[in-house]
């Protein structure tokens, strides 16, 4: 990545001419982005060099969308606490026309028990919370930005698992009252329930299951093997953290997130296999970066687009 510096010392502005090049020979059906975007580390490859924190806060998403590899952005604060109208306007206006976000849903309606407490959440899958809480806002301010709504279910233990077909049935009863017009992906955290039952209930209200690079979930090739798990009419990646290891842990490895520390290289063989079955299933597939991956997740997309881009013509 070049870096053109403009006269009478002001600040230096970044050159993305090579990756516009690149981003052209991505397959159209490819968008990759990134879990949130507020990493003063990314100064010098997303931002120019020396973006404050202040300024991250206020316009983050705005450079962030000038990226030429971004093509979607990860929403994740929306899991901690339901997004307003206003916020959701603001980001819609920071996104260009054709950019879709992969928003994850309040955790009040995905957690099957409270995290404090362990007690059942009187919440969990209510269909009441969801439309109120998080559908009505992104329909009023954000419809046309929504790429795909996550359903991330925190990991249970063992004793709290519910028997599959019992989930699998509440989870076709959930997508049944919800309106069709949207994309929904669930995410699971418990390799236990990722079942013939669960993929058949998916599949039966076109919601996508999300594969993921999760630390105590199969990798992501072994999650492609599964019949049925592309069976939505889109597909959703989100690449997060290596099996066997630790959020706390890779945080403290990889900080401050401005190089790549632990390439994954068969992870980035698995995201270029799902690739080629997207393509040959006529399926948009949304790739969300995680930090925690590799390290650096603006160059972990641009090693997967090194990866999978079409040869130059001419």
């Known amino acids: 990545m070049g ?3 403009e006269l009478f010392g002001a ?16 397959p159209s059906h490819v968008r990759f982005g990134t879990s949130s975007w507020t990493f003063p580390g990314w100064a010098g490859l997303v931002y120019p060099p020396g973006t404050s ?4 806060a206020q316009r983050g998403l705005e450079l962030y969308a000038r990226y030429p590899l971004f093509r979607s952005v990860g929403i994740d604060r929306s899991y901690y606490a339901p997004l307003d109208r206003p916020t959701l306007a603001s980001y819609a206006r920071a996104l260009p026309q054709g950019f879709r ?14 995290p404090k407490t362990r007690e059942p959440n009187p919440r969990f899958l209510s269909v009441e919370c969801f439309r109120e809480h998080v559908l009505a806002p992104v329909e009023e301010a954000f419809a046309e930005r929504a790429g795909a709504l996550v359903f991330e279910l925190p990991p249970l233990r063992r004793h709290e698992l519910p028997e599959p077909g019992r989930f699998a049935q509440r989870l076709s009863e959930f997508f049944s009252k919800l309106p069709t017009a949207h994309r929904y992906a669930v995410e699971l955290r418990n390799r236990e329930l990722l079942t013939h039952a669960y993929l058949d209930a998916l599949a039966a209200h076109g919601v996508a ?7 105590r979930m199969p990798d992501l090739g072994e999650q492609l093997e599964i019949p049925g798990v592309l069976s939505a009419p889109f597909v959703v990646a989100r690449l ?14 990889l900080a401050p997130f401005d190089r790549i520390v632990d390439p994954q290289e068969k992870m980035r063989a698995d995201v270029a296999r799902l690739v080629e079955a997207c393509e040959k299933l006529g399926k948009v597939l949304l790739v969300i970066v995680n ?3 590799e390290g650096s997740s603006p160059l972990t997309v641009r090693a997967l687009a090194e990866r999978i881009a079409k040869p130059r013509s001419g």
């Open 291 to 293: 930090n925690k991956a």
């Open 240 to 253: 997060l953290i290596p099996p066997g290891q630790r959020y706390d842990d890779r945080k403290r490895a």
């Open 11 to 26: 600040a230096p502005e970044l050159d993305f001419s090579a990756e516009r090049e690149l981003a052209a020979r991505v």
């Open 209 to 215: 299951h999300v594969l993921n690079f999760w630390e």
């Open 3 to 5: 870096r053109q510096l």
């Open 101 to 114: 976000a992969v928003m994850k849903v309040w955790s009040a309606v995905t957690q099957a028990v409270d």
């Open 53 to 56: 924190e202040r300024e991250l």
